[in-house]
């Protein structure tokens, strides 16, 4: 041992002990509230890495797969497709026709649910005993899976001959009508039953939002002589406007993604008459085994799921900073 290497050393030994107070004093310096957000954090961890897992991976393997040719009817031709998947879909005419009968389904599924479900909160106000009766009742249809829905309507509701809607239509004096063996029927059919089991979350909304407006304002209106018409459309409305909005968008979205209830109600038939896109997709992923291809069109309808979501979250932005 040399005597020059004792310094080094001895500063060593100085440096390493005055960087273990720095740490000391440092994990000793941290304020109650970052310790509290370092055991969040260590809490939330494990959480965060399962969602992660169970939602992130098999959307970015969804997004993969569609960029594939993964066809098991045709193994030997599987491979690294590009964009010949969203080639094909383009000038695919079933893709149209399923995205033409995706947007009748939702637009005419969300309009029908806020037009009824307003109707009915505007006449369940003017009941001031018994709508926690009406609160229950209108919860029941929303606690049911939508494939228990969709069997309700086709054995019970819908059935030729014995359904209930088709002896309500006979006692009206017409004839009896192929619900979900017509083209035309059948699509009426499905709006009816999506309308069925989700009218109530947009009635139940709208009530929460009628009760919390203030009476005053009714009643400076009534001494101003402004008749029901007048007093909703420049009272009621602009005031329940974020809940309407919000109704709007929510349902729109599950409209979009609706497969249970349709599936269980008609698999898409008579022919592709309830062939909307999610049904479309799971046709061509589950039973022609074309996976790529059926991957690209799930893409597709996240895709337009997500644009009609942000135009619809853009508007409501735009009213509330005006």
């Known amino acids: 041992m040399g005597v ?21 004093a440092g994990r000793h310096s941290r304020t109650p509230f970052q310790k509290e957000e370092i055991f969040a954090a260590f809490l939330a961890g494990p959480a965060l890495l399962v969602l992660v897992v169970t939602t992130t991976f098999p959307l970015v393997y969804l997004i993969w797969n569609s960029f594939q040719n993964i066809n098991l009817a045709m193994p030997f031709m599987n491979g690294f497709a590009g964009l010949d ?28 649910q806020v037009v009824i479900g307003l109707g009915l909160a505007l006449l369940v106000m003017q009941i001031p005993r018994g709508q926690g009766v009406f609160r229950i009742v209108a919860i029941l249809p929303i606690v049911l899976a939508p494939v228990v829905v969709g069997l309700f309507w086709r054995t019970l509701m819908l059935a030729p001959n014995f359904g209930i809607v088709d002896f309500a239509v006979k006692a009206l004096g017409f004839g009896a009508v192929n619900w979900l063996g017509a083209p035309a029927p059948a699509l009426i059919s499905v709006i009816m039953i999506h309308t069925w089991q989700w009218t109530p979350f947009a009635f139940l909304v709208f009530l929460a939002s009628l009760a919390s407006l203030p009476p005053d304002v009714y009643e400076a209106a009534r001494i101003d002589r402004a008749g029901p018409v007048q007093r909703f459309i420049h009272i009621t409305l602009p005031l329940i406007r974020p809940a309407l909005v919000i109704v709007v968008i929510m349902r729109s979205m599950i409209a979009l993604s609706a497969f249970a209830a349709i599936f269980a109600a008609t698999r898409g038939g008579p022919g ?6 999610n049904l479309y997709a799971y046709r061509t992923s589950f039973v022609e085994l074309n996976f790529g291809y059926g991957s690209a069109l799930a893409v597709a309808l996240l895709v337009i799921t997500l644009a009609v979501s942000g135009v619809l979250f853009a508007l409501r932005t735009a009213r509330v900073s005006q």
């Open 85 to 112: 998947n969203y080639t094909q879909m383009i000038a695919d005419g079933n893709f149209w026709h399923s995205l033409e009968l995706t947007a009748i389904y939702a637009i005419s599924s969300v309009l029908l």
């Open 272 to 277: 592709t008459a309830t062939e909307i896109l």
């Open 4 to 24: 020059g290497t004792l310094p080094r050393r001895e500063g060593a030994r100085i440096e390493g002990a005055t960087g273990s107070a720095s740490a000391v």
